[in-house]
């Protein structure tokens, strides 16, 4: 087993604290952190090079909802136990519904922190983000309080959510060895190994979707001005 030393650990989150601070879009920081983790760990790099290739050989995600569909309705749970339903989020105006490998996933937390930056544009257009995990309520909550998100951050138990879009992927093997330093079952509450591909869908108040990002390599997010434009648009609509 490939495992992660302390030593190597502590560089990794060295590098998160760097990306995270330098001056750039949220790509740049993510590019900028895939190039350090390479360096530190380059047995995960290559994994995932070729889980994205299998990915993107199966056509993942390519099935989610698209522009013009209507968006599937969930009622999932946030880290206090209310249940928060897509409707009623609509309701108060359009929606981007932001999908996350969980906690512990630092490129989650960049993209996490970026996006509470632009909350206060997002708010003043009148929409909303709402953020699902396949972790449980505890660390939910935990990653809310870390990165002092303003907005609902749901429990996606067991990614019923996620596979209902054809988003929810079976890591393999290969990189369950390697993240073996992670307790994954106690996250998630089961030892399945699935997590979803991060994905964002801003909904209109129609309940249709406007605008979307799926890419199966977790390594790459929504831009921040595409999602604010997306966003904005849906608002004009309303």
């Known amino acids: 087993m ?5 030593a190597d650990a502590e560089r990794l989150r060295s590098a998160f604290q760097r990306c995270r601070d330098m001056e750039g879009t949220l790509n740049e920081q993510l ?7 390479r360096e530190v ?41 209310r249940l928060v339903t897509l409707l009623t989020l609509l309701a108060q ?17 960049l993209n996490l922190r970026a996006v509470v930056q632009a909350q206060d ?8 983000i709402v953020a699902i995990m396949p972790e449980t309520q505890e660390y939910t909550r935990q990653v809310k309080s870390d990165s002092g998100a303003p907005f609902p951050i749901l429990t996606d138990l067991d ?27 106690k996250f998630h509450g089961n030892d399945g190994w699935m997590l979803p ?9 129609d309940g249709l979707v406007k605008a979307r990002f799926v ?4 390594r790459k997010r929504m831009e921040i001005d595409d999602l604010l434009a997306a966003l904005e648009a849906a608002s004009r609509e309303q």
């Open 159 to 185: 990614n019923g959510y996620a596979l209902s879009l054809n988003l929810a992927i079976w890591l393999g093997a290969e990189i369950q060895d390697l993240l073996s330093y992670q307790d994954m079952a």
């Open 197 to 205: 591909i991060p994905a964002v869908f801003v909904v209109g108040r």
């Open 121 to 128: 544009r997002i708010a003043a257009m009148g929409a909303q």
């Open 215 to 218: 890419d199966p390599d977790f």
């Open 31 to 37: 590019r900028a952190y895939a190039a350090a983790s």
């Open 41 to 81: 760990f380059p047995a995960y790099g290559e994994a995932v090079d070729r889980l994205v290739t299998r990915l993107n050989g199966n056509g993942g995600g390519e099935t989610a909802p698209h522009p013009g569909d209507a968006m599937p309705p969930f009622m999932l749970p946030d880290g206090e136990g």
């Open 93 to 109: 105006g359009p929606v981007a519904v932001m999908f996350f490998r969980g906690h512990w996933c630092p490129y989650c937390r």
């Open 2 to 6: 490939t495992s992660l030393s302390p």
